[in-house]
Nanobody, 118 residues
């Protein structure tokens, strides 16, 4: 089973920045599609951003132009750079990994809290 470990969450003021990291313990990390999802209290979990093995990215409309997803295959790590943070970005952020077509498994991290408040 693949273990995903998130870090980097915390409390930040509106307009501030945070960078989330997710380390994946798998020898085939470079073949995975990775993503970030978030869930606020009382709301459904929603997609924030994804990045494929070919570094094709996709973003939710609510974060386009503010968030950037990236990956470092030498470190088996995916990042989410969050700029111009808003109170509505407050949520638990989860790392997600999906295996290639020849190994179609899905894994989730434990989540990291991001709070945007004055």
């Amino acid at each position: 089973q693949v273990q995903l470990v998130e870090s980097g969450g915390g409390l930040v003021q509106p307009g501030g920045s945070l960078r989330l990291s997710c380390a994946a313990a798998t020898p085939i990390f470079s073949t995975y599609t990775m993503g970030w999802y978030r869930q606020a209290p009382g709301k459904q979990r929603e997609l924030v951003a994804t990045i494929t093995s070919l570094r094709i990215t996709n973003y939710a409309d609510s974060v386009k132009g503010r968030f950037t997803i990236s990956r470092d295959n030498t470190k088996n790590t995916v990042y989410l750079q969050m700029n111009s943070l808003k109170p509505e970005d407050t949520a638990v952020y989860y790392c997600n990994g999906r295996g290639p077509r020849w190994s179609p498994s899905e894994y989730w991290g434990q989540g990291t809290q991001v709070t945007v408040s004055s």
